[in-house]
């Protein structure tokens, strides 16, 4: 009977380091598939998920900014013109009697 133990001894052995072995491998494989899967991801040029909330609520405020400016132009635009004060002219009047400054025309040559 001892030889019977022996050989379930041996034989439970045997499976348990077919597990390992198995659990080793099994590890091994889901390491070259998650670097595969990396590989395959960084030459698609994603960007991470925080990047693209980011950059989506960016889009988000111009939009609103946009929209903002546009309704204010409308507004501008519905807007009668109305007349500003007279602007003071920058020429001076010659004054009366004063000197002429400038030159007479020439006469054309015939």
Same mark, same amino acid.
């Given at each position: 009977?001892? &030889? ?12 348990? +380091?077919a597990?390992?072995?198995?659990? +080793? ?8 598939? %998650? ?13 991470p #998920? =925080? =990047? ?10 111009? #939009?609103?900014?946009?929209e ?8 501008? =635009? ?5 007349? +500003?004060?007279? #602007?003071? &002219?920058?020429? %001076?009047?010659?004054?009366? +009697?004063a000197? #002429?400054? &400038? ?8």
């Amino acid at each position: 009977m001892q &030889t019977s133990n022996r050989f379930f001894d041996d034989l439970a052995r045997m499976a348990g +380091g077919a597990a390992s072995a198995m659990t +080793g491998l099994k590890a091994e494989i889901e390491g070259l598939v %998650r670097q595969q899967i990396e590989r395959l991801l960084s030459e698609m040029h994603l960007v991470p #998920r =925080e =990047e693209f909330e980011a950059v989506k609520a960016m889009a988000a405020k111009a #939009r609103a900014e946009q929209e903002a400016l546009a309704r204010r132009v409308a507004e501008l =635009e519905a807007r009668p013109a109305r007349p +500003g004060p007279a #602007r003071a &002219t920058t020429a %001076r009047k010659p004054r009366a +009697g004063a000197a #002429r400054t &400038t030159r007479p025309r020439a006469k054309p040559k015939t």
